[in-house]
């Protein structure tokens, strides 16, 4: 198989691999994610544990115990107990009569925007006051418009509201002006925490500031430094405003500009692949986070027509100290974390930034809203430096730094599709980072990251014990088999090659064998509604489709929608056979049976037998199927067993062992004999020490030459789900005897 191993080096640091520069462990400690908690554990007793919920903007106090944040659908401001980081408690929902857009807290009182606009031209909102001690509402103060954004000074002598009175998209495509105009209203506390002008608020006009659409300022985000300047984005104006609280004057003002970013996945097709540049893109900034009093970073989220898919970081002058460029891109194409159904779009479409001191350094969080990922970065005055990536639930909204504590908290706030709202908390002070597992090399002719995700299956070499190969699915268009080193940490992705010269127009690959005569046997599922075929195939080292299997037409004609998911090679009897495992019942199946096709060479037949699933254990419901088949030796295989479901409801991630031997596989339309399955390993502990979404997925296993078994989650292409992956190596194969 060298020829799979292709021209990339092995053995490389991150740095290299990402192209930016990185902090080694001598010059700086890691976060490690420390608990992930579902926000509808927030919902009063007795509440339907589906209603939807959201965690959206999120703060905490000064002493950092008690955690706030913004759930839209509830219309409430929700508080947490974090005292004990790793045992959140519920502590109260503040209704709130609106949409809550933001929350801030200061010594005893908590702020929130909300927004009660009747449309998008009667514009109305408040700020509301809540005294944390009791959660009550003390005051309702009129913002004139529709808050975004709420900030509390430092000091605690301001609140600041971007008011964005936003735009119809459905209104001449979106495009600025809309009228009512947005405005940065300002409310001065007392040091009780008090508002003392509730019935006056302060206005700061940012109407005639931007060169786009400058009768329609559109606020969207707003921080102050220690100085009491608030910096303002307005994200559809592509433009940016410093103001001094105090006397509410506009300071500086200047265009967010332009930026550009090489080698990145543009087109618009179901790949992760470096297609193109975009060049000149409007940064349209909608988050914002003060570095110091002098320098402050944007989050180049975009808007109906920029998003320059970076982070940047400026002076009060307006001018740009450093653009990340291509980098939060390169980052999500190397870690497996690219939303390919977004290239064309606006990538990984980072969003939110925070800044906090931590081990005296400062450093800067950019989430990807998208790519399901947060960048830690150090600052280092000029050129910040990449410390690391951490993984987060599905649609990271709001970034927390809380230093006192030596925490960070995101806000994940979908919550559909079978995916839950989470708040992520992560600590700071771990040796080296756990995730990730895998990252790919730089593919030097294409200046970028080999892009991957959805591995579906493992494979090992049966000679080198550091070699993995796995396959993607049909979320991308391309089929591939990578080729893994599994000698470095994390495993690197070092090549790949595609599958070419088969007949279908697209391949749904769930299962990979190394053939003892060289190439590779892979399975790919079929879908009786899309008009693809269950198929077995047989591939070269460089992926050429050199035999194409289909089942037999009777067989065929029983299929449903999950089919082959593993595949592996086996002697037995002095032959060459292949199996093949078939994921659910078919519909001549008897309930809880799939079937484990045998396939043989040399005279091209078809046996199959059945295996008995597990009912599914999950208070939710849902399946239990296949997912690999690994060969162990005289017949004997481990079967990668789980149901569909993840987070708590998580039941059944499990191996088990079945053998043929004294079994004669059946053709079909015979009886077949059912195999009698032993449990081996259950694969819960080793997924859920993450700390995170327990993934639904667990999707390859194979053995390694030296006798490993590792284990490997399929990601999804980032699509409706987290996108991490996990590697884990389970111990020697032993443990399966």
Same mark, same amino acid.
């Given at each position: ?44 007793? *007795? ?50 009569? *609106? ?210 898919? *970076? ?226 195939? #047989? ?55 799939? #079937? ?7 005279? #091209? ?16 419901? *849902? ?12 017949? #004997? ?101």
């Amino acid at each position: 198989m060298a020829n799979l191993r292709g021209r990339f080096l092995k053995g490389v640091s991150l740095a290299v691999l990402f192209g930016i520069g990185a902090v080694s462990s001598a010059q700086a400690d890691y976060f490690e994610r420390i608990n992930s908690y579902p926000v509808y554990k927030t919902l009063p007793e *007795g509440a339907d544990k589906a209603t939807e919920t959201v965690a959206e903007i999120i703060y905490a106090s000064k002493d950092g115990r008690t955690l706030a944040f913004t759930d839209s659908p509830g219309e409430a401001i929700v508080f947490i107990n974090a005292a004990n980081p790793l045992n959140i408690q519920r502590m109260a929902r503040v209704a709130l009569e *609106g949409e809550p857009t933001s929350v801030a807290m200061g010594d005893g009182t908590a702020y929130a925007g909300v927004n009660t606009s009747e449309d998008f031209i009667n514009a109305s909102g408040h700020l509301a006051v809540i005294a944390l001690d009791g959660m009550g509402i003390t005051a309702k103060c009129d913002a004139k418009g529709q808050p975004d954004s709420v900030a509390i000074s430092p000091d605690g002598k301001f609140v600041a509201v971007a008011i964005e009175n936003e735009r119809d998209e459905d209104l001449n495509d979106g495009v600025i002006p809309q009228m009512p105009a947005g405005h940065l209203a300002i409310f001065d506390l007392d040091e009780t925490g008090a508002p003392t002008n509730c019935d006056a608020v302060r206005i700061v006009d940012l109407t005639g500031l931007a060169e786009v659409a400058p009768t329609d300022p559109e606020p969207e985000f707003v921080s102050i430094n220690a100085d009491n300047q608030a910096v303002v984005t307005l994200q559809e104006n592509n433009h940016l405003a410093v103001v001094d609280l105090a006397s509410g004057k506009v300071l500086a003002h200047f265009s967010a500009g332009a930026a550009s970013a090489e080698n990145i996945p543009v087109a618009k097709a179901l790949m992760s692949d470096a297609s193109g540049n975009n060049e000149n893109v409007a940064r349209e900034p909608d988050a914002v986070a003060w570095i110091d009093t002098e320098r402050f970073v944007t989050a180049n989220e975009g808007d109906y027509e920029g998003g320059s898919r *970076g982070f940047t970081i400026w002076n009060t002058k307006g001018e740009v100290l450093f653009d990340s460029g291509n980098q939060m891109e390169h980052l999500g194409m190397a870690h497996g974390h690219y939303p390919a159904k977004r290239a064309h779009k606006k990538g990984t479409e980072p969003e939110g930034v925070a800044v906090g001191v931590f081990g005296g350094e400062t450093l800067i969080f950019v989430n990807s809203e998208r790519g399901n990922f947060v960048a830690v970065y150090k600052d280092t005055g000029g050129e910040p430096e990449f410390v690391q990536l951490l993984p987060t639930h599905v649609g990271p909204e709001g970034l927390l730094a809380i230093p006192n504590r030596d925490l960070f908290a995101v806000a994940n706030e979908v919550d559909e599709d079978g995916v839950r709202s989470h708040i992520s908390l992560y600590q700071f002070g771990a040796d080296a980072p756990s995730y990730p597992s895998i990252v790919s090399a730089r593919d030097p002719e294409k200046g970028a990251p080999i892009g991957w995700g959805a591995l579906s299956a493992l494979a090992a070499d049966p000679q080198d014990a550091n070699t993995l190969y796995a396959v993607s699915d049909s979320f991308y268009d391309d089929a591939r088999i990578y080729t893994l080193d599994i000698a470095t940490q994390p495993a690197q992705i070092v090549s790949y090659v595609t599958v070419t010269g088969f007949v279908q127009s697209r391949l749904d690959l769930e299962g990979i064998s190394v053939s003892k005569d060289g190439g590779f046997w892979l399975a790919s599922e079929g879908h009786p509604e899309k008009d693809r075929q269950h198929l077995l195939l #047989k591939v070269s080292a460089n992926g050429a489709v050199e035999e194409e299997i289909t089942l037999p037409q009777s067989l065929v004609e029983q299929a449903k929608r999950f089919s082959f998911e593993g595949v592996a090679e086996f002697e037995m009897d002095g032959q060459t056979l292949v199996a093949v495992a078939v994921q659910r019942e078919w519909n001549d199946d008897p309930e809880g049976h799939s #079937k484990i096709a045998i396939y043989n060479p040399s005279d #091209k037949s078809w046996g199959f037998v059945h295996y008995p699933l597990d009912a599914p254990r999950s208070a939710a419901g *849902g399946w239990v199927g296949l997912s690999e088949i690994v060969s162990l030796e005289d017949g #004997k295989f481990a079967i990668l067993e789980r149901d569909n479901k993840g987070g708590e409801d998580a039941a059944i991630k499990q191996i088990t062992t079945v053998s043929l031997e004294g079994v004669t596989p059946a053709k079909h339309g015979e009886e077949l004999p059912v195999l009698k399955k032993q449990f081996a390993v259950d694969l819960l502990p080793a997924m859920s020490s993450s700390k995170g979404w327990i993934l639904d997925k667990p999707e390859g296993l194979t053995i390694t030459a030296d006798g490993r078994l590792i284990l490997v989650t399929d990601n999804d292409g980032v699509d409706d789900a987290p996108g991490e992956t996990q590697l884990i190596d389970l111990g020697p194969a032993s443990r399966l005897n």
